[in-house]
C-alpha cells in the first residue's frame, strides 16, 4: 500500500489552541516540529469559544489571584480536579494571556488601556479576557499567524486513523489526507494529541464534524488510560429553534452582560434552586444580581451564572414541568436590560456582536428587542488522556496529551473561560517537555513497524471493499440518538445498561458498513473512519458512567441523586486490556498539599 | 408539518470538470443551504465534498457560489431564495476546483507567510504589559473580525478574472495588512511591499470585496483606501520625496495609526493608485 513518509521530532495532532500552542512551543524549544489539521488550518472548534479566556490579571478587580482562581476551579470540578493541573492553570494563566498580546492579540481594553476582563459563571471575580464574543476567533488566529512567523510544518486536511509504535514508546502516526485520499506516515518519537471534544457523540451539540474524540479514541488503542469519561458538559445555553440550528452555543457571556432565564410563566426560575456550596456567593435578588454584572464589587452573582451543570438540569426540570418555551427550552433575555441603561441596543450589539448577527441571520430574532429561546447542548468533555500534571505526558512513553482531549484540569465540571487558558497552558507545557523529551531521547529513532503500517492502510480501505454496504451516516445517526437518550444529563442505570448493549450492536453495524465513490475528498468514506472514534468514546462514556454510582458536576444519575464522599476519592479510568476489551478501574486522588488545602478553606 | 421540497443544483466533478446534477430533497424551516447539502450528502450523494465546520457563521469554512453570489452555505437562509426554481450551488470561481464543492485554496495560505508578521513595540509597563485605549483599537478590532472565507478573494476581479495571483494579495490579506498596520503596539513598516510585492494599486475600489464579507468589515474604505494613502504618501507626495532625498531612513516617519472611520462611503474620493 503506497505511502508518503514525513519525519519529524515532535507531531502535533490537532490545531485547535491547544495544538497550536504545542507547536510554538515545541518549535521555541528547537524541535522540528508539524502540526496535523483535520481542516484547514484557522478553522478549529476554538475558533467558536465566544466569552473569553480565564486568567487572574486583576486588571478589573484587584482582589483576584492565582489561589482565587484555583480555588473556584476546584470548587466547580467538584475536587475531583487534579489538583496541580488546577495549580499549574491558576498560576500560569496570566502569563499566558499576555503572551498573546505580545503575538499581536486585540483584547477589550479597560478604561486605563489594560486587558479587560469579564464575568463569568464560577468565577467569583471578572476574571475573562475577551474580545467581544469572538475570544475564540481572536486567540486561533494569533496563534495561527505565531505558527506561521516560526516555520512550523502544516499539513491541513489530514486525519490521522492510528498511532504507530515501537515496543512501548510511540513511534509515529499513520492517516489519510484529505484531498485525493493519500496515505501518510508520520515517523515522530514524541507525538501530541489535541484534537478537542467528542459532541459528535451526541444529536444535539454545539461541537462541528470534527468533535470525533479522534484523540481519546487514538491514544486509548494505543494503551493510553483515559478517566473521568462520565463526565460531558452539557452547557446550559444552545439555540433550540429553528431545528436546522439545534445546539449551537449561545455564550454564557449573555449571562455575564446582565441576561436572565425565564420560564413559560416569566419567572427567573434560577433563584428557586441554589445549591447550598454556592449560598454564600449568590445574590439574594433580582436587584443585587444585576449589579453584579455591572461590575458592582460589593454584590454576589446572580443564579444564572452557577456552574454549567446546575444551569443545565435546572432549565431540564423547568421543561420537563411543563414551563418550557414553546420549541422546548427556555427564554434567555437580555433585552430587558433597556430598563436599566440608556442605549442598551447598542450596547447589547458592542458586547455580544456575533450572538446578535447569529440569532438575527438564523433565527430571525432580534437579541435586543426579545427573548432567546435556549436549551442544552452537549459541549464539552472534562475526561480525557490521563496525563502527568507537569509534563502532560500520558503513560504511554511519547505520547502527550493536551487541551480537551486530556483530563485531569477540569475535574467534574469546567468554569467558562478555563477552558481556553487550559489550552493555552497545556498546549505550552505539553510543547515544551515533547521537545525535551525529545532531547533526552538518545540518538536512536524508534523504528516504524510496516506491519502497523499495513494493518492501519488496510482497516481505513475496508469500507471500500463493501460498497453494497449500509452508508456510515445513518450508524452515526443512531449513535447519536442513543447517547442523547440514554447517556445525556439526566442518566440511570437501566438505560445506560440498554445504550452499552446498543453499542455493542453499532459496532456490528459499523464493520459492515460501506462507502462509495473513490477515495478524492469523499465524506462518506471519512464519516466511517471516524465512527470507529465515537463508538469507542462512546463505550467509554458509558461504562464509566454506569460505574459512578453518585452525582457530582456534569454527571448526574437519577438513581443515585446524591453526593457521596467516597466517590469524591475516586477517579474512573479506562484502558484497553490485553483481549482489546474495555476495562474499567479507579483510582485514588492523590491527598492534596497542605498549602493548596489552606487555599481552598480561605476562599469558601 | 408540511414536507416542501425543493430542487438544489449542485455542482459535482473535479479538476477535470464537471456538471450540476439536481437533487430534490425536502425542506423544513429554518433551513440553510449547508443544511440541504447535508441532507443530500446523508440521503442521495454519500461522498457528496464540501468544507464545513461551525455551522454559524464564525470559521470560514462552506463558502460557495450561492444563484452566482458569493456566500457562506451555513448563512444563507432558504428562505431567502427563490425555491420554484432550482438553487444552483457550485464552488468559488476564483480557486482551482478539487472536488465537487471543496476547491483548493492553498494559495492564501502560501500569500500569508509572505507578510512580515506582527512586531510590538517595547512592553509600556514594568511587568511587560501594554496600554492601549479601546478607541485606537476599534478598527483594528473590526479587520480581526475576519474569518478567513476567502468570499473576498473570491469576488474580486484582480483575482477572478485577471488572475493575478502573482501581483496581488487580494482584499483578504489587504485587510490583515491594515490590521497589523494600525495596530497601535506594531513597529514593522509595510509600506514598500504594500507598493511592490502586495499591490494595492491594483484594486480599483469596486468595492465588491465589501458587499459579499460576511463579517461586514468595511474592506475598501476602512482597509484597503487608507494604506493606498500611505503608498501614495510616501510614493507620490512631492514633499515627502524632496525629504526623502536629505533623509538617510528612507522617509519613513513613524506611521500615523488609527484612522478616523470612514462611515459609508469614500469622502477622498476614488481612483487614487
Same mark, same amino acid.
Given at each position: 500500500m503506497g505511502h508518503r513518509r514525513f519525519d519529524y521530532d515532535v507531531l502535533v495532532i490537532g490545531a485547535g489552541g491547544a495544538g497550536l500552542r504545542a507547536a510554538i512551543a515545541a518549535a521555541e524549544g528547537g524541535a522540528k516540529v508539524a502540526l496535523i489539521c483535520k481542516s484547514l488550518l484557522g478553522k478549529a472548534h476554538t475558533v467558536m469559544a465566544e466569552g473569553g479566556i480565564a486568567a487572574a490579571l486583576s486588571n478589573v478587580d484587584d482582589r483576584d489571584d492565582w489561589t482565587v482562581h484555583f480555588a473556584d476551579t476546584m470548587r466547580g470540578g467538584q475536587y475531583i480536579n487534579n489538583w496541580r493541573m488546577a495549580e499549574l492553570h491558576a498560576r500560569?494563566?496570566?502569563?499566558?494571556?499576555?503572551?498573546?498580546?505580545?503575538?499581536?492579540?486585540?483584547?477589550?481594553?479597560?478604561?486605563?488601556?489594560?486587558?479587560?476582563?469579564?464575568?463569568?459563571?464560577?468565577? !467569583?471575580?471578572? !476574571?475573562?479576557?475577551?474580545?467581544?464574543?469572538?475570544?475564540?476567533?481572536?486567540?486561533?488566529?494569533?496563534?495561527?499567524?505565531?505558527?506561521?512567523?516560526?516555520?512550523?510544518?502544516?499539513?491541513m486536511e489530514c486525519t490521522v486513523t492510528a498511532l504507530l509504535k515501537d515496543a512501548d514508546r510511540i513511534a509515529?502516526?499513520?492517516?489519510?489526507?484529505?484531498?485525493?485520499?493519500?496515505?501518510?506516515?508520520?515517523?515522530?518519537?514524541?507525538?501530541?494529541?489535541?484534537?478537542g471534544g467528542i459532541g459528535r457523540a451526541y444529536k444535539i451539540t454545539s461541537n462541528s464534524w470534527e468533535g470525533t474524540g479522534d484523540g481519546h479514541a487514538l491514544a486509548y488503542r494505543a494503551g493510553a488510560v483515559l478517566v473521568d469519561m462520565e463526565f460531558i458538559q452539557f452547557h446550559p445555553t444552545g439555540m433550540i429553534w429553528p431545528p436546522s440550528v439545534q445546539g449551537i452555543l449561545v455564550t454564557e457571556g449573555v449571562r455575564?452582560?446582565?441576561?436572565?432565564?425565564?420560564?413559560?410563566?416569566?419567572?427567573?426560575?434560577?433563584?428557586?434552586?441554589? +445549591?447550598?456550596?454556592?449560598?454564600?456567593?449568590?445574590?439574594?435578588?433580582?436587584?443585587?444580581?444585576?449589579?453584579?454584572?455591572?461590575?458592582?464589587?460589593?454584590?454576589?452573582?446572580? +443564579?444564572?451564572?452557577?456552574?454549567?451543570?446546575?444551569?443545565?438540569?435546572?432549565?431540564? !426540570?423547568?421543561?420537563?414541568e411543563g414551563r418550557g418555551s414553546p420549541h422546548g427550552g427556555v427564554f434567555l433575555d437580555i433585552s430587558w436590560i433597556k430598563k436599566k441603561l440608556q442605549n442598551a441596543e447598542e450596547h447589547i450589539k458592542r458586547k455580544l456582536p456575533s450572538m446578535y448577527h447569529q440569532f438575527k441571520e438564523l433565527a430571525d430574532i432580534d437579541i435586543t428587542k426579545e427573548p432567546m429561546e435556549v436549551g442544552p447542548t452537549t459541549h464539552y468533555v472534562m475526561g480525557g488522556v490521563l496525563v502527568d500534571a507537569d509534563t502532560q505526558m500520558s503513560s504511554v512513553p511519547g505520547l502527550f496529551a493536551a487541551g480537551e482531549c486530556a483530563a485531569g484540569i477540569n475535574g467534574a465540571n469546567r468554569l467558562g473561560g478555563n477552558s481556553l487558558s487550559d489550552l493555552l497552558v497545556f498546549g505550552k507545557l505539553a510543547g515544551d517537555h515533547a521537545a525535551q523529551f525529545i532531547r533526552g531521547a538518545g540518538p536512536q529513532p524508534p523504528a516504524i513497524d510496516t506491519a502497523q503500517i499495513e494493518a492501519a492502510s488496510r482497516a481505513a480501505l475496508e469500507p471500500f471493499d463493501r460498497r453494497d454496504g449500509e452508508p456510515p451516516y445513518a450508524i452515526q445517526r443512531d449513535l447519536q440518538e442513543l447517547m442523547q437518550d440514554n447517556v445525556g444529563i439526566v442518566r440511570t442505570e437501566s438505560e445506560m445498561a440498554h445504550a452499552l448493549e446498543a453499542i455493542g450492536g453499532l459496532r456490528a453495524r459499523a464493520a459492515r458498513c460501506g462507502v462509495t465513490g473513490n477515495r478524492d475528498y469523499n465524506p462518506?468514506?471519512?464519516?466511517?473512519?471516524?465512527?470507529?472514534?465515537?463508538?469507542?468514546?462512546?463505550?467509554a462514556i458509558t461504562r464509566s458512567a454506569l460505574e459512578r454510582t453518585e452525582s457530582r458536576g456534569g454527571h448526574y444519575r437519577e438513581d443515585f441523586p446524591g453526593k457521596d464522599a467516597a466517590w469524591g476519592q475516586q477517579n474512573v479510568c479506562v484502558q484497553r486490556g490485553p483481549d482489546g476489551t474495555m476495562q474499567l478501574s479507579q483510582r485514588p486522588i492523590p491527598e492534596m498539599p497542605a498549602q493548596l488545602r489552606r487555599v481552598i478553606q480561605e476562599n469558601q | 408539518m408540511s414536507m416542501a421540497t425543493a430542487t438544489f443544483r449542485i455542482w459535482r466533478g473535479d479538476a477535470s470538470g464537471g456538471t450540476f446534477q439536481d437533487y430534490r430533497t425536502e425542506i423544513s424551516e429554518g433551513m440553510v443551504v449547508l443544511d440541504a447539502v447535508h441532507r443530500v450528502q446523508a440521503e442521495q450523494a454519500p461522498d457528496l465534498a464540501c468544507r464545513w465546520n461551525c455551522k454559524a457563521g464564525k470559521c470560514g469554512s462552506c463558502s460557495a457560489e450561492i444563484n452566482g453570489r458569493p456566500r457562506l452555505m451555513c448563512m444563507t437562509r432558504l428562505n431567502s431564495l427563490?425555491?420554484?426554481?432550482?438553487?444552483?450551488?457550485?464552488?468559488?470561481?476564483?480557486?482551482? /476546483?478539487? $472536488?465537487?464543492?471543496?476547491?483548493?485554496?492553498?494559495?492564501? @495560505?502560501?500569500?500569508? *507567510?509572505?507578510?512580515?508578521p506582527f512586531k510590538p513595540r517595547p512592553p509600556d509597563a514594568p511587568d511587560g504589559t501594554w496600554r492601549m485605549a479601546q478607541r485606537d483599537i476599534d478598527r483594528v478590532q473590526e479587520f480581526r473580525k475576519c474569518i478567513e472565507c476567502f468570499l473576498c478573494q473570491d469576488v474580486c476581479h484582480v483575482l477572478r478574472e485577471h488572475q493575478l495571483h502573482d501581483q496581488f494579495i487580494g482584499p483578504r490579506f489587504l485587510v490583515h495588512v491594515a490590521a497589523l498596520e494600525m495596530h497601535p503596539l506594531?513597529?514593522?513598516?509595510?509600506?514598500?511591499?504594500?507598493? *511592490?510585492?502586495?499591490?494595492?494599486?491594483?484594486?480599483?475600489?469596486? /468595492?465588491?470585496?465589501?458587499?459579499?464579507?460576511?463579517? *461586514?468589515?468595511?474592506?475598501?474604505?476602512?482597509?484597503?483606501?487608507?494604506? /493606498?494613502?500611505?503608498?501614495?504618501?510616501? @510614493?507620490?507626495?512631492?514633499?515627502?520625496?524632496?525629504?526623502?532625498? @536629505?533623509?538617510?531612513?528612507?522617509? $519613513?516617519?513613524?506611521?500615523?495609526?488609527?484612522?478616523?472611520?470612514?462611515a459609508g462611503g469614500d469622502p477622498r474620493g476614488t481612483g487614487k493608485g
Open positions: 500560569e494563566a496570566p502569563a499566558r494571556v499576555r503572551e498573546l498580546e505580545a503575538w499581536g492579540a486585540v483584547f477589550d481594553r479597560t478604561p486605563d488601556g489594560r486587558i479587560l476582563q469579564r464575568n463569568f459563571g464560577g468565577h !467569583r471575580y471578572p !476574571r475573562l479576557a475577551h474580545v467581544g464574543d469572538r475570544t475564540g476567533l481572536e486567540m486561533i488566529r494569533t496563534l495561527q499567524d505565531r505558527v506561521v512567523a516560526l516555520g512550523v510544518s502544516v499539513h509515529g502516526a499513520f492517516g489519510y489526507e484529505r484531498e485525493h485520499g493519500g496515505f501518510l506516515v508520520f515517523g515522530a518519537p514524541a507525538i501530541i494529541v489535541a484534537t455575564g452582560e446582565g441576561g436572565v432565564l425565564l420560564n413559560s410563566e416569566r419567572e427567573r426560575f434560577m433563584f428557586a434552586d441554589i +445549591p447550598e456550596n454556592y449560598r454564600s456567593q449568590t445574590a439574594s435578588d433580582e436587584e443585587e444580581g444585576w449589579r453584579y454584572t455591572q461590575g458592582d464589587k460589593n454584590a454576589r452573582r446572580p +443564579p444564572e451564572l452557577l456552574t454549567r451543570d446546575h444551569v443545565a438540569r435546572c432549565i431540564r !426540570r423547568e421543561v420537563r462518506g468514506w471519512h464519516t466511517a473512519i471516524d465512527l470507529q472514534n465515537l463508538l469507542d468514546v462512546a463505550e | 427563490p425555491l420554484d426554481r432550482p438553487v444552483t450551488i457550485e464552488p468559488m470561481r476564483a480557486f482551482p /476546483k478539487l $472536488r465537487d464543492l471543496v476547491t483548493d485554496v492553498s494559495w492564501n @495560505f502560501r500569500v500569508k *507567510q509572505k507578510i512580515a506594531d513597529v514593522e513598516d509595510r509600506v514598500d511591499e504594500l507598493k *511592490q510585492a502586495y499591490g494595492v494599486g491594483l484594486c480599483n475600489i469596486t /468595492k465588491c470585496c465589501t458587499v459579499v464579507c460576511p463579517e *461586514q468589515i468595511k474592506i475598501t474604505d476602512n482597509a484597503i483606501i487608507p494604506l /493606498k494613502e500611505r503608498v501614495v504618501d510616501r @510614493f507620490y507626495d512631492p514633499v515627502a520625496r524632496l525629504l526623502r532625498m @536629505f533623509r538617510r531612513d528612507g522617509g $519613513r516617519s513613524p506611521n500615523v495609526r488609527a484612522e478616523a472611520p470612514v
